[in-house]
């Protein structure tokens, strides 16, 4: 059984940074990409960063330039680097992991606030 576990949510100020990770367990065999998604509240949700286990990236619309996905295989840890938040970025965050027959695993999230 895959597990993704978040962590490094939290409070910040706006253009403020953050980084957060997820951590996967279990087997890792067959696994295509990793990512990050967000809902924020009222709103449904969106695509904020994938990586693929050749590290070819794709990023959400108008996230590329403020936001960094990067991957540690060895680990098999995704991580985040948020720089430059805005208010508008306040969303729940989820790990989504992907595999080549088509499984896909959420995290259970973590909740990222940009407020001053």
């Known amino acids: 059984q895959v597990q993704l576990v978040e962590s490094g949510g939290g409070l910040v100020q706006p253009g403020g940074s953050l980084r957060l990770s997820c951590a996967a367990s279990g087997s890792m065999f067959g696994i295509n990409a990793m990512g990050w998604y967000r809902q924020a509240p009222g709103k449904q949700r969106e695509l904020v960063a994938t990586i693929t286990t050749g590290g070819v990236t794709n990023y959400g619309e108008s996230l590329k330039g403020r936001f960094t996905i990067s991957r540690d295989g060895a680990k098999s840890t995704v991580y985040l680097q948020m720089n430059s938040l805005k208010p508008e970025d306040t969303a729940v965050y989820s790990c989504?992991?992907?595999?080549?027959?088509?499984?896909?695993?959420w995290g259970k999230g973590t909740l990222v606030t940009v407020s001053s």
């Open positions: 989504n992991a992907r595999w080549n027959d088509g499984m896909t695993y």
